[in-house]
């Protein structure tokens, strides 16, 4: 199975339009997390599997299936920290873009489109999101199978928290009825029921169809380049991220959800618990993983010490003129 995943990354200047463009502007955060997106893709669904002793398995199949995964990271140049990320070469392929740092999502349908007809499936994922079910390519085939063509299997995105109280928390929330009228149209399904693996498993139209990503595959991106309001570039719905993850493929699809009785049936991590933190309850904590949080005070120590540092050379610089200046 040949999975094309598009990723838009920008690290950059702290500015309040770009937010939402990953979730930390810290540097040690960003870069955690976006290991964790490209090693939990080579964990699943790579190829290079070896043992111990350096022999490569051969064979292996993941749910009856061979994976062959590219991923394409979109960013601007000198405004990311893929250097950073310590991968060998080949491992992603690097394009540059020209535009606005909000707008770099924008250009993905314009790459998947460009290498429609060579994989299986056609991707977009923001940095800072991991799966981490091997059967996540699997549920989605099925799905597309059981319940046609347009309609579409967004994954639930959830946080879990790594120290304090630990808890594995959904953190789409329900959105104000003034953001559905894109996604809802006469004669759709409010919910959907389908057996998966024996089990009855149901989905339902969300209340927040928003997951940050979509998954399509190539018989709907072939349904969806043939659409007029493809790469529309319509940026209406909250922001241009979020309208390149979810209005342009909701002009098209009817998105659905997991409800019952497994809302993780499809799922997706985001990194560490910065939505999770907000809700917790009076009772609870929610805290990062413990060696990130380490590395960051420890980072953040070494910055007031150089920032002492330059005081005093400066303090120093200045006297030193003084006196120059009262000798001559």
């Known amino acids: 199975m040949r999975i094309l995943i598009v990723i838009p990354h920008y690290f950059g200047p702290s500015q309040p339009e770009y937010a939402s463009l990953g979730s930390y502007t810290d540097r040690l955060s960003r870069i955690a997390a976006f290991t964790e997106t490209i090693v939990a893709l080579h964990r699943h669904f790579g190829s290079n599997w070896r043992t111990v002793e350096g022999r490569r398995v051969e064979g292996a199949l993941n749910n009856g299936h061979h994976y062959d995964v590219r991923i394409v990271v979109l960013t601007l140049p ?5 250097n950073e ?17 909000a707008w770099i999502p924008m250009q993905v349908p314009k790459v998947l489109a460009a290498n ?3 994989f299986d499936f056609y991707c ?3 940095d800072d999101l991991a799966i981490h079910d091997p059967l996540f390519f699997s549920k989605l085939l099925w799905f597309q199978k059981t319940f046609g063509l347009t309609s579409l299997l967004a994954p639930v995105r959830f946080e879990m928290s790594s120290s ?9 929330p329900e959105l104000p009825d003034r953001y559905l009228p894109p996604f809802r149209r006469p004669g759709q399904a409010q919910a959907i029921v389908g057996t998966w693996e024996g089990i009855r498993q149901e989905f339902q139209l969300p209340k927040n169809p928003h997951a940050a990503s979509f998954f399509l595959t190539q018989e709907q991106m072939a349904h969806w380049v043939k659409h007029p309001t493809f790469d529309d570039q319509d940026a209406s719905w909250v922001g241009p991220i979020e309208s390149v993850a979810t209005l342009s493929i909701g002009k098209v699809f009817d998105i659905y959800k997991p ?9 997706l991590q985001h990194f560490g618990c910065r939505y999770a933190r ?7 904590n929610y805290g990062d993983v413990p060696l990130l949080t380490i590395a960051q005070d420890g980072e953040r120590a070494l910055l007031d010490e150089r920032k002492k540092h330059e005081q005093l050379r400066s303090k120093f610089e200045n006297q030193s003129r003084t006196i120059k200046g009262s000798a001559s």
């Not at 304090?164 to 789409?172: F, P």
């Open 124 to 126: 977009y994922l923001e």
């Open 259 to 267: 409800s019952n009785p497994d809302p993780f049936f499809l799922e």
């Open 116 to 118: 429609l007809g060579a």
């Open 78 to 82: 000198n405004a990311n920290i893929l």
């Open 85 to 101: 990320l310590k991968l060998a070469p080949g491992t992603i392929e690097v394009r540059c873009v020209e535009c606005e740092p």
């Open 278 to 284: 907000r809700s917790a309850p009076n009772d609870e």
């Open 164 to 172: 304090e109280t630990l808890a594995k928390v959904i953190v789409d």
